[in-house]
Structures are given as structure tokens and as C-alpha cells.
């Protein structure tokens, strides 16, 4: 599989051979203690927005899904400028691998950092990370067999998480959602808070509603998909979507709607998961031109 191109790293910016040329040491010099001037002691700003080196031991292949898929959600409208997509690491169950805070359609190979499933960082070197990463942290402590996540706030999702109306399968690509999407509502409780999935005890609770379904909403918020690949959780995290504003046009037509069953959502379900690599190959074409950038 193509890595994605990779920015140099340098010690000192890299400045046009215009400005060097025939300038000579002094020149240099100069440069040299503006830029030492300008930068604080110890790691500069600019140091702590290098992406981060790869991961030692990571599997490639898995960590490019990751900067893929986070694309190809945001390329959808599916994600916007919040939202994350993770994975347990296949050579550590008890880390999982997920980018540094940046916004999904910015995300490289290179941003993906490890965590244990406390949600620590095990080599932050200065990063910023989500402050939601305890939604996945928890999640992969509760489910062994999960091994992606995805977070979204799925604007065709969030009027399912604050209505009467549940979120059913409406057709069979998205027919993981016949097994049911509970609603979790971080309100009853937590009370009161911002709506964030901010430490353990809040993930933990959000794990437990999920329970063995593939989709666990979030009231007021947006909602989580889970997969035994990332292609497999980025395809359920869109499809989600899709579902729910198909759901809403056929609610908006008055009569009542025929859903799939859970039987038949169980076995249309098995078929996608055959065939899924021919939708990820058609998405990753639609985000190529971006993977050189």
C-alpha cells in the first residue's frame, strides 16, 4: 500500500535560496539569532506541530487505514473539523493507535500516536491529543472484539439522538443497525456538563450502553461506530448517516415505514463485509488527490 508523502524535518526553518545565496556566514548568522531570538527556550511551537515520527513496530498497512478512512469521513460530511477514527494495535491489544488532535481531513500516517487503554499517551512528546479519547479507551476495554472506532457528529444522525423516534435499518447497507442503536445520554449520570467524553468514568458509561451493538448514539452529540476493522468502522460510520436522513425522508412521508428485520439485517450484514474492500478502494480514489498534500 502507498504510505502518504511524508514533510521533511529540519532543526531550523528552510529558507528560499534566494534570501542564502552569495550571503555568506554572517548572513547566516544573522538568521541564526533571529530565530533564536524569536523561539522560547525548549521546545518551540513549531517543534510541537511536527507530526509525529512513525510509530516503531506499527503495522502500516492499519495506520494508513486510519489517516484514510479519517479522510474519507471528513470528504463526506460525515466528519468536519472534530471526530476521530482509532484502532487497537495488532501488535499490542492494550494500546490503540489514533492521530494527535488535528482536524480529520488533515490527518497523515505520520499523526498517529499509541495509547494504553487509560487513554495515556505513551510517547506525547509535546503533541496536543483529543481530549475525547476516552470514548475509545473505554470502548476497547469493554470490547475485546473491537478493533476500530470511529466518533462522529453525524449531522444526519444527531435529530435521532434527541427524538422519540429510535434509529432502525432502513436498507441493507446499512443493515448493522437492525440489531438496534441505543441512545446514550451522558445526563443521567453525569447531570449537568459539557457533553464531552472527557475521562474514564464518562467512557465507561458510554461503553455500557453501546453493549455488543455495532452503533451507540450520543445525545445532543453524535454517535460512535465500532468494527472489527477500520474499513469496516468507517463503513458503518457513514452508512449510519445515510441511514438516518433516508430514515427521516420516509418518516417525513407520513405512513408507516417498513424496516429490516433483525434476520434479515444479520445476513445482509454478512454480505456487506464480503464485498467491503470494492466501496473502500472507490472511497480511497475519491481522497487520493489529497494524500500527496
Not at 17 to 41: F, H, K, M
Not at 51 to 61: E, L, V
Not at 132 to 157: C, M, W
Request: with cysteine.
Amino acid at each position: 500500500m502507498t504510505r502518504f508523502a511524508r514533510w521533511p524535518r529540519a532543526a531550523a526553518p528552510i529558507w528560499p535560496n534566494r534570501l542564502s545565496e552569495g550571503s555568506g556566514p554572517c548572513w547566516l548568522a544573522l538568521l541564526g539569532l533571529v530565530v533564536g531570538l524569536a523561539a522560547p527556550s525548549g521546545l518551540t511551537e513549531a517543534r510541537a506541530q511536527d507530526p509525529a515520527p512513525s510509530i516503531s513496530g506499527g503495522d502500516a498497512a492499519l495506520i494508513d487505514d486510519i489517516a484514510i478512512g479519517s479522510r474519507i469521513l471528513a470528504d463526506f460530511g460525515v466528519l468536519d473539523g472534530f471526530g476521530h477514527v482509532s484502532a487497537r494495535d495488532p501488535t499490542n491489544p492494550n494500546h490503540f493507535l489514533m492521530s494527535r488532535s488535528l482536524a480529520p481531513a488533515l490527518v497523515t500516517a505520520d499523526d498517529v500516536m499509541a495509547f494504553d487503554l487509560d487513554g495515556n499517551a505513551l510517547d506525547a512528546r509535546g503533541w496536543s491529543v483529543f481530549l475525547e479519547r476516552f470514548i475509545h479507551s473505554e470502548i476497547y476495554k469493554a470490547r475485546p472484539d473491537v478493533i476500530a472506532v470511529v466518533h462522529t457528529h453525524s449531522p444526519g444522525v444527531v435529530p435521532f439522538t434527541v427524538s422519540q423516534a429510535p434509529l432502525r435499518a432502513i436498507y441493507h447497507n446499512a443493515a448493522f443497525l437492525a440489531a438496534g442503536a441505543p441512545v446514550w445520554d451522558i445526563r443521567r449520570d453525569f447531570g449537568a456538563t459539557d457533553m464531552l467524553v472527557r475521562n474514564p468514568a464518562i467512557g465507561q458509561s458510554l461503553a455500557q450502553i453501546l453493549g455488543d451493538k455495532s452503533v451507540v448514539l450520543m445525545r445532543g452529540h453524535g454517535d460512535v461506530a465500532v468494527g472489527p476493522s477500520v474499513r469496516v468502522a468507517v463503513f458503518r460510520a457513514y452508512y449510519t448517516d445515510i441511514n438516518a436522513k433516508l430514515q427521516s425522508q420516509a418518516l417525513a412521508l407520513g405512513s408507516e415505514v417498513n424496516y429490516l428485520t433483525p434476520e434479515e439485517g444479520a445476513k445482509a450484514d454478512t454480505i456487506n463485509l464480503i464485498v467491503l474492500d470494492r466501496i473502500w478502494d472507490l472511497w480511497k480514489m475519491r481522497v487520493a488527490p489529497t494524500l500527496a498534500k
